[in-house]
């Protein structure tokens, strides 16, 4: 493994083969309008493109004005040397399974219904937790934010999207794990209270990343969506047969416009990344299965992928290592995950770099080419 070590901030330096910057670092998965005060430093940062994922309320216009200042209007330039990169933001937008239990469905029936009452309020989150927080404590529901519609956040989603032509969805998934926060202002010792730094903006507190304890779940909600559509696996005879006989299978140019309108209308995302990967290497297998009709990346991060010190948790490092050994070169990606603009996150997002390429054996400045080369396709679609 690189040699790596950490400066006096907690930060995780490398050192060996200087860092080739110039070939275009890219950031699959990030949070820096958690820490309002670190964006001014995006465009100054070494990093190329950053994707900014939005998770909960708070954040949603958050990450669209910082957009409309610094997002991406010319993908081109993006992976030009020689051209200024003051836009390298791509915006997302989503809503973090830690914060989905702020939404009611009111697409479905059966499902509770917020009408503004304190008693529905309760109802809600009775309905949706586990267990009910009425049973345990009358007050805890009325100190939970008020419920909002999924049809509002749909429609929300819908109109920022479409102002936004290079936006993504996410952040959004599933978590097991993931538990409610104590409030900041619940603590018992009323004379020294928790305190949290005031230049974070109130975030995504309390659980792991999402797929957590999952995986088996979220493959089956990804792979219903695409349900129907996967692609047809032809063994190495039928592939002959129908060279062999290709002329016989011509189609005029209207059924050829026809087939390419369907082609354009598809029930599932058609790029999909799941961030800072730690699922089984059997689950990543199915996950680039050739009727997978859906290209999935997997991204990952030393912040939540990788142990400095393993120790005890070497096991998480191996199981790392695996998965990055078996995902296809064409379909890794990089990410920093981290809440913080600036030289915290470009030397986050060397280390990943540094990680991928010398457990995959690439060259560095090789290996940094395929993850650009990754990044614009899972971004904007381009195979390259």
């Known amino acids: 493994m690189c040699q790596q070590h950490l400066d006096s901030e907690g930060v995780e330096s490398s050192s060996g083969e200087p860092f080739p910057w110039d070939v275009g670092v890219f950031d699959a998965h990030c949070h820096p309008t958690d820490t309002m ?12 493109g950053l994707a900014v994922m939005s998770t909960r309320l708070q954040d949603q216009d958050l990450v669209y004005d910082v957009a409309l200042e610094q997002g991406v209007q010319d993908k081109d330039s993006l992976f030009s040397q020689q051209a200024s990169h003051e836009r390298r ?22 499902t509770s ?9 309760i109802a809600h989150y009775n309905q949706i937790l586990a267990p009910a927080p009425s049973a345990k404590d009358p007050a805890f529901s009325a100190g939970l934010p008020d419920p909002r519609p999924l049809s509002q956040f749909i429609q929300e989603t819908r109109e920022r999207l479409v102002k936004s032509p290079f936006a993504l969805v996410g952040e959004v998934g599933l978590d097991k794990a993931f538990r ?12 020294h209270p928790p305190q949290r730094a005031e230049n974070l903006t109130p975030r995504r507190t309390g659980g792991p990343v999402h797929g957590v304890q999952v995986h088996g779940a979220l493959y089956n909600v990804l792979a219903g969506c695409w349900k129907g559509h996967e692609r047809e696996v032809l063994s190495k005879r039928e592939k002959k047969r129908i060279a062999a006989n290709a002329e016989k299978f011509e189609t005029s140019d209207d059924e050829d416009e026809d087939k390419t309108k369907q082609q354009k209308v598809k029930p599932f995302p058609p790029r999909i990344c799941l961030h800072s ?7 990543l297998k199915q996950y680039v299965h050739p009727s997978v009709p859906a290209a999935i990346f997997f991204s990952f991060s030393v912040a939540i992928n990788w142990v400095p010190e393993a120790g ?7 199981k790392t290592a695996d998965a990055i050994r078996t995902a296809p070169d064409d379909r890794i990606l990089v990410e920093s995950d981290l809440h913080t603009a600036g030289p915290r996150m470009d030397q986050a997002l060397e280390d990943a770099c540094r990680l991928v390429c010398e457990i995959k054996g690439w060259p560095l400045r090789e290996g940094l080419e395929r993850l650009a080369r990754n990044w614009r396709h899972f971004v904007f679609g381009d195979e390259l």
């Open 37 to 48: 005060s670190s964006v001014a430093t995006i465009p100054h940062m070494n990093t190329r």
């Open 89 to 110: 933001f791509i915006p997302s937008f989503g809503w973090h399974p830690w914060f989905s239990y702020q939404i009611y469905d009111d697409t479905a029936p059966n």
């Open 113 to 121: 219904k917020y009408d503004g009452s304190a008693e529905s309020k």
């Open 180 to 191: 409610i926060p104590e409030s900041w202002t619940s603590s018992p010792n009323v004379e």
């Open 277 to 283: 990967y730690s699922g089984p290497v059997n689950m």
């Open 312 to 318: 005890a948790e070497a096991d998480k490092n191996k």
